[in-house]
């Protein structure tokens, strides 16, 4: 049993930054694929980032790419989302995931465990 926390969201203004960080316990961290999700009001959840189990594999849903970065430290049990040049349309709950299988990396039903989420507001 894997348990998720995600921590670093805040109120940013657009074009500024932040990097979520997501710390992982009760589980072998080096064996999980990662990623991240986010769910706007009103918005079904949607795949951000994920990223392999030693973290040269990644891959991020159109709509980031050049602007957000998802890493891991395997020692420290942690994955991060580091965000630029943030937009009004990424406002939303963050959410943290893990599964220990590598297929099906952008499907939201086929990961276990989740994060409670960390709110990201981006003002205009």
């Known amino acids: 049993q894997v348990q998720l926390v995600e921590s670093g969201g805040d109120l940013v203004q657009a074009g500024g930054s932040l990097r979520l960080s997501c710390a992982a316990s009760?589980?072998?961290?080096?064996?999980?694929?990662m990623a991240w999700f986010r769910q706007a009001p009103g918005k079904e959840r949607e795949f951000v980032a994920g990223?392999?189990?030693?973290?040269?594999?990644?891959w991020t849903t159109d709509s980031v790419k050049g602007r957000f970065t998802i890493s891991r430290d395997n020692v420290k049990a942690m994955v991060y989302l580091q965000m630029n040049s943030l937009k009004p349309e990424d406002t939303a709950v963050y959410y943290c995931?893990?599964?220990?299988?590598?297929?099906?990396?952008?499907?939201?039903?086929?990961?276990?465990?989740w994060g409670q989420g960390t709110q990201v507001t981006v003002s205009s």
């Open positions: 995931a893990a599964k220990s299988t590598v297929l099906n990396i952008m499907m939201r039903s086929s990961y276990n465990y």
């Open positions: 009760g589980g072998t961290f080096s064996s999980y694929t």
């Open positions: 990223l392999g189990r030693s973290g040269v594999s990644k």
